[in-house]
């Protein structure tokens, strides 16, 4: 069955310094691989995808991340993190084509300290 | 374009009310999907569809109905509340690029 894991529930990280959220996902085919941000109070919006190709991907916001196969993880990266980067994070793996479901991780929590 | 719209924005029922939580979207996306998400748990996906006319379950389903008459609107019922289905509900369609987009949610609580 497929699945996404976030191992990381709250990362709490100091302006200016980088940051790393894994992910983890369970598939058996070439999967469609997401991040998306979602503020207080708000819907959640694209940070970036992969479907195929180049295996690293440039998102908004300064973000990017790496597709390994062979770890099977979509990890999310940016080199130096602001406060407005304060949000929760999550991973999901799209289940298509064909059916068009998507499978959300649980989502990471991202702190950050002035 | 609006994108995708969500009604009410905020809503409190007492166990056993039923209620109707409204979606449209603006973008003639064939895919439309309904989440609930629950802290700790990420989203989980009630129901979708693939078109007018077409719905499907998804993870959690139960305790919920949808129809989809028209492209725009994919409106998710709630027959009977209960206490377990306190949570904030998103709705999203999907493009042909298969980028969701998502509503800016419903917060329900049922007492």
């Known amino acids: 069955a497929q699945s996404v894991t976030q191992p990381d529930i709250h990362i709490t990280v100091s302006e200016g310094a980088s940051l790393e959220l894994r992910c983890n996902y369970s598939y058996g085919a070439t999967p469609y691989l997401f991040w998306y941000v979602q503020s207080p109070g708000q819907g959640l919006q694209l940070l970036l995808k992969y479907f195929s190709g180049d295996t690293l991907v440039q998102g908004i916001k300064g973000f990017e991340a790496e597709f390994k196969r062979s770890q099977s993880s979509f990890n999310l990266r940016k080199p130096s993190v602001h406060w407005s980067d304060a949000a929760e994070y999550f991973c999901a793996v799209g289940a298509f084509p064909g059916t068009y479901k998507y499978i959300f991780g649980t989502g990471t929590r991202l702190k950050v300290l002035a | 374009n609006a994108g995708v719209t969500q009604t009410p924005k905020f809503q409190v029922l007492k166990t056993g009310q039923s209620m109707t939580l409204q979606c449209a979207q603006d973008?003639?996306?064939?895919?439309m999907s309904w989440y609930r998400q629950d802290p700790g748990m990420g989203l989980r996906l009630i129901h979708y569809s693939v078109g007018a006319g077409i719905t499907d379950q998804g993870e959690v389903p139960n305790g919920y109905n949808v129809s989809r008459s028209t492209t725009e609107d994919f409106p998710l019922r709630l027959l009977s509340a209960a206490p377990s289905q306190t949570s904030v509900y998103f709705c999203?369609?999907?493009?042909?690029?298969?980028?969701?987009?998502f509503g800016p949610g419903t917060r329900l609580t049922v007492l």
């Open positions: 973008m003639n996306h064939e895919y």
């Open positions: 999203a369609s999907t493009d042909q690029y298969n980028e969701q987009f």
